[in-house]
């Protein structure tokens, strides 16, 4: 079944709760102006119109700072939210119903002159900050947490954090999911993890020494000495 191609207005109304009203969207929405210049460059560019093509590029990140090359291709129902500090590289391939934020940047790690940027596919969300280098493909259904350093490719249906970025959900759906901030800490999850260990680990030492007859007291931990800091006093002499 063929990709509905929506209204570009109607993608930010739809993702953005910011704008009240169409006119509102249409006239100050950032991301919609850098996305309908991109079309327009890319139109030129595969026309072969380089110069030009670039130029719209350049007015385009003038007005919306957002830096989209003319070459980068992009599918259907495309929305940025706030357009400042997005890069997308020449090589750049796009699915449908991508969502990215403020900040992101789809770079390559070479400079040949060939496939050197990302592939996203489908219904894939970004997070502010996100950095996706080099030509690794970002699977479809993927969420890639804030602040995020992809460098390997991602399987379909994943959510990625960290940096560099690891595999911390996986899923089976099917549908773009915007709430790329409820994202899991792996950090958080390997303490309650070990927390769950520790409790585990003293209930089991408990139960031996009660089949062995081994009466415990607990100690008191003693505490350690610290160390006076001398007080700092201000070297600037007061005038009177």
């Known amino acids: 079944m063929a990709e509905e191609e929506k209204n570009d207005v109607d993608i930010v109304l ?4 910011a704008p009240k009203s169409r006119a509102e969207a249409l006239l100050f929405s950032q991301g919609l102006h850098a996305v309908k210049l991109h079309k327009v460059a890319h139109r030129l560019y595969l026309k072969r119109r ?3 093509a670039r130029a719209v590029n350049y007015i385009s990140r003038m007005l919306t700072g957002a830096d989209i090359h003319p070459g980068a291709a992009i599918g259907k129902n495309f929305f940025i939210d706030h ?4 890069v997308i590289g020449e090589t750049s391939e796009i699915g449908n119903n991508v969502s990215i934020y403020q900040g992101v ?4 790690v070479s400079t040949e002159k060939r496939k050197r940027h990302p592939t996203l596919g ?3 969300v970004v997070g502010a900050g996100a950095t996706i280098l080099g030509p690794i493909t970002i699977g479809d259904n993927v969420r890639v947490g804030a602040g995020s350093v992809v460098i390997k490719s991602v399987p379909p249906n994943c959510t990625v954090v960290g940096v560099p970025a690891k595999i911390v959900q996986r899923t089976g759906a099917t549908a773009i999911d915007l709430h790329h901030e409820e994202l ?3 950090v958080v999850n390997a303490f309650i993890d070990m927390c769950h260990s520790l409790s ?3 209930y089991r030492l408990e139960q031996i020494e009660k089949k062995l007859g081994i009466k415990v ?3 008191k931990v003693p505490e350690v000495a610290r160390a006076k800091v001398p007080e700092l006093s201000c070297p600037v002499e007061e005038k009177h």
């Open 14 to 17: 739809e993702r953005d709760p």
């Open 50 to 52: 380089y110069k030009t």
């Open 83 to 86: 357009a400042t500090g997005v």
């Open 105 to 108: 940047t789809l770079g390559g």
């Open 122 to 124: 489908n219904n894939v």
């Open 184 to 186: 899991p800490d792996p």
């Open 200 to 202: 585990e680990m003293e």
């Open 217 to 219: 007291e607990k100690v």
